[in-house]
């Protein structure tokens, strides 16, 4: 029995060393294909599950487990168990009756190639074609004249009800088509809920903190996306992929997913009518824990009218907090953001300084930074208003 084993290992040994070097080449010269080579995009490993819950966190366990950890999270059928009427009620008759005569843009493409151009159309003839063309509707819902009608269908989920993150909606996005679409490996600015309404999507990510690996070859930073062929990877083109782990989740109709702040993502929907809505909203590195005290959590959904979505300046706001790295800051460190990052605004550094240190410490928390009255510092300081409103401040730690 010894002496089988012994030959069988030994003409195992025998036959790689026929087929291939040490270096990756085979014996005839040709080159063995890297893990993923040609297939589509996250082939190259074994994808991580994201977690799964069946209901929308609270606020708390939100900010602190999943925005503060930057970790993905899946929602399983909570649009099917809560109140979110579009789920119900956004039929092709419905589009037709409520905004069948608006224009919209359509990309003329089901595989994403962010140079062509949309075409504009009405909702109506959009409707009678994007089940034989490929036609894909991408657009806020605000540029709807109806937009008050459609807002009245979306609930915002319950992890933004309070602590300040009610405040950092800025924007809810519809994807329509008729499935069969694939979008380029991209990150955003912004931090996502993304709820499927109808049809399936199916998502690998790519965690933040592999940034040098995703941009290494042939990323545009205008636009943050890649030039990767999502459906057939060149593993020699683009070598550093190969290296990075992925995520995948696959949604159904009733799923939402959190997708954190800048994760790569590539999104694939399968064949047959696809609708879903992004719930777009701003970073933040505090919580404020007193504003949830008096609310009541167990709804897992609240009517979007009840939020100021995208109406207050928190955007602005944002860039100004983020150009300071510490939890605690210095006026010596304050002052020097403010000469880096705003240096029209430098005159006024003193008092601004003053009205946000409210306990009179000499520093500035983020409770400071955060809990402060936005509109009336920015109309007080319009200079750096006027700053904010117009300068791209670029946060790399973030």
């Not at 009620?89 to 962010?114: C, L, Q, S």
């Not at 939402?256 to 929907?269: A, E, K």
């Amino acid at each position: 029995m010894k002496a089988v084993t012994f030959c069988w290992f030994w003409s195992v040994l025998i036959l790689l060393d026929t087929t291939t070097c040490s270096n990756g080449e085979k014996k005839d010269g040709s080159t063995i294909a890297p893990p993923g080579h040609n297939l589509p995009f996250g082939s190259h490993t074994t994808p991580f599950e994201v977690p799964v819950v069946d209901k929308f966190p609270t606020p708390n366990v939100f900010f602190e487990e999943y925005m503060h950890k930057s970790r993905p999270l899946v929602i399983r059928s909570i649009l099917n168990l809560t109140t979110f009427p579009a789920v119900v009620k956004w039929t092709d008759d419905f589009f037709r009756k409520e905004v069948g005569e608006e224009y919209i843009d359509a990309e003329p493409a089901r595989k994403e190639n962010r140079n062509l151009t949309p075409e504009q159309m009405t909702m109506r003839s959009f409707l009678q074609q994007y089940a034989e063309r490929e036609l894909y509707l991408v657009s806020g819902i605000e540029v709807f004249r109806a937009k008050d009608k459609l807002m009245d269908d979306l609930y915002v989920p319950r992890s933004l009800h309070c602590g300040g993150l009610q405040f950092l909606i800025e924007s809810l996005v519809m994807w329509f088509s008729s499935g069969g679409t694939k979008s380029v490996l991209h990150n955003d600015d912004y931090e996502n809920f993304n709820c499927v309404l109808d049809g399936t999507k199916e998502l690998v990510f790519v965690d933040t903190k592999h940034r040098e690996q995703v941009q290494a070859d042939g990323y545009h930073e205008d636009g943050s996306y890649s030039d990767v062929d999502v459906d057939k990877v060149d593993m020699h083109k683009f070598p550093r992929l190969g290296e990075v782990p992925v995520y995948k989740a696959v949604l159904h109709k009733g799923d939402c997913l959190y997708i954190p702040y800048q994760w790569y993502h590539q999104v694939n929907s399968p064949g047959g009518r696809s609708l879903a809505i992004n719930f777009w909203f701003l970073p933040t590195r505090w919580f404020n824990t007193s504003d949830c005290q008096d609310k009541n959590l167990q709804h897992q959904t609240q009517p979007s009218s009840k939020f100021d979505i995208g109406q207050n300046q928190m955007q602005a706001w944002n860039k100004f907090t983020w150009s300071f790295q510490e939890n605690e800051t210095s006026k010596a460190k304050y002052k020097e953001a403010i000469s880096t990052n705003f240096p029209k605004s430098q005159f006024l550094q003193d008092e601004l300084f003053k009205d946000l240190d409210k306990d009179g410490s000499l520093s500035l928390s983020l409770e400071e930074l955060y809990n402060v009255d936005i509109n009336k510092i920015l109309q007080k300081y319009s200079s750096l208003d006027a700053a904010l409103t117009a300068e791209d401040i670029t946060h790399d730690e973030l």
